[in-house]
């Protein structure tokens, strides 16, 4: 009757760890209003070559009563298996519409530009998506180009899904997009001529080679004028020393986040940084 016997102590453990954070994932995410939430949402500023911010990638946090503080890379993965991604995702999107809408007249002093969201295939993949997108930027009162969605090359090997058909309909509507961890996913490159990408965001593993891996600097450049010819924006991401920042540069990259330039912050804090930085 009970088939579930056979686990190792290890799997058993981590299964247990996943039940875990599954119920609390659960209680908080129902249980509390947006400013009471144990979930909040850090920006991560994104840079363009004069260390001017240009964007900033929304970045989920939660810090559990039970369990304590947990990275994204650990219960995102866990939201999406147990059907929770959904509620999760929406309360991203509506804190940084919110916080969008707050910082209206600062989108028109400063070089910023719009704010980046990440989506999981498991959202893109729910017919319901766009009109629940829509009814949230209707509500907050925001222009959908304040905000560009990011999404993984997992979303061209799920057959469930037609991407071409979902960010036309996005993108008509005027929401544009990012293709995140570009050059990890084993996906072909073919979707880079027919879907309305915006962005590449070169993945940090490579920038990390730079300047020494010639390996990781040969796919950056190659990368880069890629970018440049297909007219798509290209920000590095995991930026972390002068010698990175200074190389992607020279080399044509002009937009960039990391660690060297700011970690994600709260929005009070990037509030005060794109303040400091007003251009008249
Ligand atoms: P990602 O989308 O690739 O986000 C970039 C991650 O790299 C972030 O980790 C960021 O804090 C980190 N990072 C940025 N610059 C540097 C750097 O210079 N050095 C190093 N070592 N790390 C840097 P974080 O916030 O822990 O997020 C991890 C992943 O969790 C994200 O990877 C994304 O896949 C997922 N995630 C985070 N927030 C959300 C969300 O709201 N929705 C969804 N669906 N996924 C999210
Ligand atoms: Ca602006
Ligand atoms: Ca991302
Ligand atoms: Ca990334």
Not at 92 to 101: A, K
Not at 179 to 187: A, H, I, K, R, V
Not at 233 to 253: I, K, M, P, R, S
């Amino acid at each position: 009757k009970n088939t579930f016997r056979f686990y190792s102590e290890s799997i058993g453990e981590s299964m247990a760890e996943r039940f875990k954070m599954e119920v609390a994932l659960r209680n908080d995410l129902s249980a509390s209003t947006p400013s009471s939430s144990p979930f909040f949402v850090v920006y991560q500023p994104q840079y363009n070559a004069k260390k001017q911010v240009v964007g900033a990638e929304a970045l989920v946090r939660w810090s559990s009563a039970e369990l304590g503080f947990i990275s994204p890379a650990k219960f995102i993965p866990v939201a999406e298996e147990v059907g929770l991604i959904d509620e999760l995702g929406m309360f991203v999107v509506n804190r940084v519409l919110h916080d969008i809408s707050n910082m209206a007249s600062l989108f028109e002093k400063s070089t910023l530009d719009h704010v980046s969201i990440n989506l999981s295939i498991k959202q893109l993949t729910n017919p319901t998506l766009t009109s629940r997108l829509l009814n949230a930027f209707q509500h907050e009162g925001v222009s959908p180009d304040k905000v560009r969605f990011e999404f993984t090359e997992s979303v061209f090997l799920d057959n469930a899904l037609n991407p071409k058909a979902l960010f036309s309909e996005m993108s008509e509507i005027g929401f544009t997009f990012a293709l995140d961890d570009f050059g990890t996913g084993f996906s072909s490159l073919s979707y880079l001529k027919d879907l309305p990408i915006s962005e590449l965001k070169i993945d940090k593993t490579f920038v990390d080679g730079i300047p020494n891996e010639e390996s990781d600097t040969t796919i950056c450049s190659a990368t880069i004028s890629m970018a440049q010819k297909l007219g798509l924006q290209l920000v590095a991401e995991g930026v972390e020393t002068e010698g990175q920042f200074d190389w992607l540069v020279a080399h044509g990259c002009n937009l960039l986040q990391g660690y060297l330039m700011s970690q994600p912050i709260e929005y009070k804090e990037f509030v005060s940084l794109l303040e400091k930085s007003h251009v008249d």
